[in-house]
């Protein structure tokens, strides 16, 4: 081919890509993702070429590609997910992405920018992929909330007054009255928010990073695209879980009306399912933000300044001043949450301050604890495998922080951009019942290590109930905040104008068994029972 080219082949069913949305049946080129064996038969590593897959006059496959649709899904089947092998295709050399590296017809590679950095820029895509989940998660995680909230304050069950002695009032309760529903559903509106404002935080970061790297104007060190990565990582993996979890949460919480397709929730949860699962599986990503925070704590340990400047502009930056005060330069674990009053308890750097500790508390021991099984005879691989458990929290606990600064910054600056003082104090409320929550929910890590007592376990519960009082009547306002119009909804339950028992009848007036009457299969099944084609003869236990 004029000008050089490029051989693109998949020998192996295992070297076979899997998955991939609209490769299926729609798509008629794909970004392939390779290994580049160049002119001297030196393997480069993971390269992006673009390839044609399909003709775009009748849209045959070129020759050489087998692509097809890889079957039904537990959900989201609409995207028509595909599988893709490729037999020896030629493309241009020119369909090579060479913005950082350039292969010339003579099979010479070069890289355009030799910079520590430039060396991971394959991965940004990757991580810019991360940071829209993120997002999403977000969005769908609200609209779940949207439709379970806006139910749970029409439903209406009980009376306010439970003394038998006294008459109960006349009007029912709403639900959402009942401090159960609340604790169920509250937590999830903030986390909504909460990765809001994270995914665009994080999604801003990438873009600064991506720009830097492209341009040539700045520097961008290795270190902080390690820390984007693990950023990007650890919120993937814990923002989609607790999206699929939550969404679920929110269709348990309907009650039976929950069930029903005109709900909206059963496909919004099954289409939401694959989230966990896809651009890393959430249980394997850990051990990526692990092997980044490590060298972190290396770093600090062995108080090396430069390398230290280094990840200040980036986000696990938090975890330096604790690793070293607490755990390096006392060698004790002798810090302790200062708090000692419902108020305090809930101001927002002392929820930060908690955050911060266990975070480094769990990197500190984790990354000890490997070091100690090394010394004791253990292999790397052992130890390493022995200690995925910890760095699971290690994870969750660097998410959770990153996402509580995260919000609170973001409500800063809404503050100071766009939105009113009444409304920042509201999304604070939200803030802070979602550090709150959390902290109950993983109370243990903050015990375990002393920072916190048996008092402040009393204190938690006590702020939560106050949190959820505070935030009650704000929370249709706070998914009504979202816009969400009811043609995205789709739901029965979630309508803005409240019809909700109207629209669930209407719909069950619309469904094809009730077309005719009797239904159909009376007259077939009548035959089968009734004269006596199949004959009743009695259980087994009446022969008993």
């Known amino acids: 081919m004029k000008g050089g080219s490029w051989v693109i082949h998949s020998p192996t069913v295992t070297s076979t890509k899997f998955w991939p949305g609209t490769l299926g049946r729609v ?98 895509t990757m991580m810019q992929v991360r940071a829209h989940i993120v997002n999403e998660a977000g969005k769908n995680l609200a609209i779940s909330c949207t439709i379970a909230i806006r139910y ?190 419902l108020e305090e308890f809930m101001n927002v750097p002392n929820l930060l301050d908690a955050y911060r500790h266990r975070s480094a508390r769990l990197l500190v021991e984790t990354s000890r604890e490997i070091e100690n099984k090394i010394k004791q005879g253990s292999s790397m691989n052992e130890a390493w495998n022995s200690s995925l458990i910890r760095m699971a929290k290690v994870s969750q606990a660097h998410s959770l922080y990153l996402l509580i600064k995260n919000f609170f910054d973001g409500i800063s600056s809404e503050k100071a951009r766009s939105i009113g003082l009444e409304e920042a104090v509201v999304l604070q409320d939200l803030g802070t019942l979602f550090a709150l929550f959390w902290i109950e929910k993983d109370i243990g890590d903050f015990l375990e290590d002393g920072y916190m007592n048996s008092a402040h376990c009393q204190l938690l519960r006590e702020a939560i109930l106050k949190m959820l009082d505070k935030v009650r009547p704000n929370a249709v306002g706070l998914v009504d905040a979202r816009d969400f119009s009811d043609f995205r909804l789709k739901s029965a339950l979630g309508r803005y104008d409240g019809n909700v028992y109207s629209s669930i009848m209407e719909t069950a007036l619309k469904e094809p068994l009730n077309d005719s009457e009797p239904g159909e299969g009376y007259k077939h099944l009548k035959r089968l029972i009734v004269d006596g084609i199949g004959v009743y003869s009695g259980s087994m236990s009446s022969r008993l």
């Open 27 to 124: 798509a008629n080129h794909a970004m392939v993702i390779a290994r580049l064996v160049d002119g001297e038969g030196i393997d480069r590593g993971i390269h992006n070429f673009l390839v044609q897959i399909r003709s775009m006059t009748d849209h045959t496959l070129m020759n050489g590609v087998e692509c097809g649709d890889i079957g039904p899904k537990i959900g989201y089947n609409n995207m028509d997910n595909g599988f893709a092998r490729f037999t020896h295709v030629h493309i241009p050399r020119r369909n090579m992405a060479m913005r950082f590296a350039t292969v010339d017809e003579r099979g010479t590679y070069r890289l355009q920018n030799t910079s520590d950095a430039a060396s991971k820029v394959a991965y940004i």
């Open 152 to 341: 749970s304050a029409l439903r209406r069950q009980g009376f306010g007054n439970a003394d038998q002695d006294v008459s109960p009032s006349t009007q029912e309760l709403q639900i959402l009255d009942y401090k159960q529903q609340q604790y169920r559903l509250l937590h999830l509106l903030a986390a909504s928010y909460c990765f809001f404002f994270t995914g665009r935080h994080i999604l801003t970061k990438l873009k600064s990073i991506e720009q830097r790297l492209v341009s040539q104007k700045g520097t961008v060190t290795k270190t902080e695209v390690g820390d984007i990565h693990a950023s990007t990582s650890a919120l993937k993996s814990f923002c989609t879980t607790i999206t699929a979890d939550g969404m679920e949460d929110c269709r348990k919480s309907c009650g039976g009306h929950g069930f029903l397709h005109c709900s909206g929730l059963p496909e919004i949860v099954c289409s939401y399912l694959q989230s966990p699962t896809v651009e890393g599986d959430n249980q394997m990503l850990p051990q990526q933000v692990f092997k980044v925070l490590l060298k972190l704590y290396h770093t600090a340990e062995h108080g090396n300044t430069q390398a230290l400047s280094e990840w200040e502009v980036c986000d696990a930056s938090y975890l330096i001043e604790p690793i070293r005060s607490y755990f390096i330069v006392t060698g004790t674990r002798t810090a302790m949450c200062r708090v000692y009053s």
